[in-house]
Every structure is written in structure tokens, then in C-alpha cells.
């Protein structure tokens, strides 16, 4: 693992929140949501591959141990972490690794992984396929295809500047970068970690837009195996909740803060 750290900006004061994006997204992705959020220091990270990381990794652990890091260099002893699909998982790895600095955690349309070994070989097989793409027909044909999954279909419904924004900055990243993201901490490379869930002794908040059945599922699922776990459905929203309903989402996430607030 080589690093010079990851890139990071910092908005607001008080309790500090960590905010992992997901998967061809960067830390701007979260700038709306801090603007539902008083009292609070909201730190945006380049997770490792994208924006202005140059981070080299290996393994989803490298990712987390790069966070620790960061929240050393900031003085931080205790961080609220929200993450975002991929940084939901990463979330949840952060959690399993360095529990020490998590004092609560908002995952949206997170998992912690695939359960069965056969799914984790499946999906690691395609992930390789598609890094080997992104880096033979480059950044512009791989998004053309991505915005168009049926995961993404709801964001069609967004206006036309918001679509914009979104293409924009999954444009703005590296083929390398995509690559990297996907050998290392993809969903079929990282650890599964539903056997552990019941350990994840943190509050923590599911949330899911109500048309993603998917991920809705597997947050029920995590709802019955985290203990200190509630869940919240998003009315008509899909799989990128802070994008497609930023002001219900940065609600549910001020109210699960100030009722979370760190105590030591």
C-alpha cells in the first residue's frame, strides 16, 4: 500500500462525521447533505481510485487502515461515519476493523458483502471483467453503460442539471482509479462480513429508497442481525438516496445524529 493520504476537505464544526461516496463518486457528492447538518464537522474524503485519491491499495483492510490514519492526523478518537453503497461497505469494514473510532454509522443501500463463497467468486469474476473494460475502451464508454443499469433508472427522473452533475463526475475519474477500486475493495474481494454483524455493537441507521427492492431486502436482512440497528425507507427513491431526495435524507440523518451524539 503506497499513500501520500487521502484527499480530504472539511465543512462545518463540532461533532465530526466521516463521509465515504460510492463507487465513480468523490467527495462532492456529499456537499448538499452538509447543508442539512448544524453542530457537526463533516469530513469528505477521495476514497482510494477516485477523485484526487492516488492512493494504491490492495485490499478493502488498506482502505480502512488509510481512514484510521486520517482520523489520527486530525486528532479525531471518535468519528459518526456515513457511507454510500461501496462506501457503505467500506463503512461497515471500517467498523470490523477499527471499531475504536466508530461512534455510530449511517450505511445507504449498503451491504456487508455477499454471503455465499460461490456468489464472492461469481462477483469477483465480473468485476475483474469490467475493470479489464474500463481500461481497454476508457472512462466514457464505461459510463455510457453504468448510467444505463436498471439501478440507476430512477435518476433518470432527476432534473436535467442534476443528471449532469452526476455523469460529470463519474467522468471525471481514472481509468486506472475504476480499476484499482474493483480488484481491491469490490463487493466479490472484500470479506463477507454478515457472519459478524451481530459483534456490530454501534447505533446504527439503514437507509433505503423504497424502489431499490434490492438493497431494501438486504437491509431488512441487516436490520435483524445488527443490534442497534433501525431502518428507514426513502418514498420514492432509488438507490442514491442523498442524490435523488437530498432533503429527507439529510433529515434522517441530522435526527439519527442528535440523538446519537458522542459521549466519550
Known amino acids: 500500500m503506497s499513500s501520500a493520504g487521502l484527499p480530504y476537505e472539511i465543512i462545518g464544526e463540532g461533532e465530526p462525521v466521516l463521509f465515504l461516496h460510492g463507487f465513480t463518486g468523490t467527495r462532492e457528492t456529499w456537499r448538499e447533505t452538509c447543508s442539512y447538518l448544524s453542530g457537526y464537522q463533516c469530513i469528505l474524503v477521495d476514497l482510494p481510485g477516485h477523485g484526487e485519491a492516488d492512493s494504491t491499495i490492495s485490499s478493502m483492510k488498506d482502505c480502512c487502515t488509510l481512514l484510521a490514519e486520517l482520523l489520527d492526523k486530525l486528532g479525531?478518537?471518535?468519528?459518526?461515519?456515513?457511507?454510500?453503497?461501496?462506501?457503505?461497505?467500506?463503512?461497515?469494514?471500517?467498523?470490523?476493523?477499527?471499531?475504536?473510532?466508530?461512534?455510530?454509522?449511517?450505511?445507504?443501500?449498503?451491504?456487508?458483502?455477499?454471503?455465499?463463497?460461490?456468489?464472492?467468486?461469481?462477483?469477483?469474476?465480473?468485476?475483474?471483467?469490467?475493470?479489464?473494460?474500463?481500461?481497454?475502451?476508457g472512462i466514457e464508454a464505461f459510463v455510457d453503460t453504468w448510467q444505463e443499469l436498471p439501478l440507476f433508472a430512477t435518476q433518470k427522473q432527476l432534473p436535467d442539471h442534476v443528471q449532469r452533475n452526476i455523469r460529470n463526475e463519474r467522468l471525471s475519474q481514472k481509468e486506472e482509479g475504476l480499476a484499482m477500486s474493483l480488484q481491491a475493495m469490490g463487493t466479490g474481494t472484500q470479506p463477507s462480513w454478515w457472519g459478524q454483524l451481530s459483534e456490530l455493537a454501534k447505533p446504527t441507521l439503514l437507509i433505503a429508497g423504497e424502489e431499490d427492492e434490492k438493497f431494501v431486502a438486504i437491509n431488512q436482512m441487516m436490520q435483524k442481525a445488527i443490534p442497534q440497528a433501525a431502518f428507514m425507507l426513502c418514498p420514492k427513491a432509488g438507490h442514491a438516496v442523498h442524490v435523488e431526495k437530498s432533503r429527507n435524507f439529510g433529515k434522517m440523518v441530522n435526527v439519527f445524529l442528535n440523538e446519537n451524539h458522542i459521549t466519550s
Open 76 to 137: 479525531i478518537k471518535k468519528a459518526h461515519v456515513v457511507g454510500y453503497s461501496m462506501g457503505g461497505r467500506t463503512a461497515v469494514s471500517f467498523a470490523m476493523y477499527y471499531p475504536e473510532y466508530i461512534a455510530s454509522l449511517i450505511l445507504e443501500s449498503a451491504s456487508p458483502g455477499l454471503k455465499e463463497e460461490a456468489a464472492r467468486r461469481e462477483r469477483k469474476e465480473k468485476d475483474e471483467q469490467l475493470a479489464q473494460r474500463i481500461l481497454e475502451n
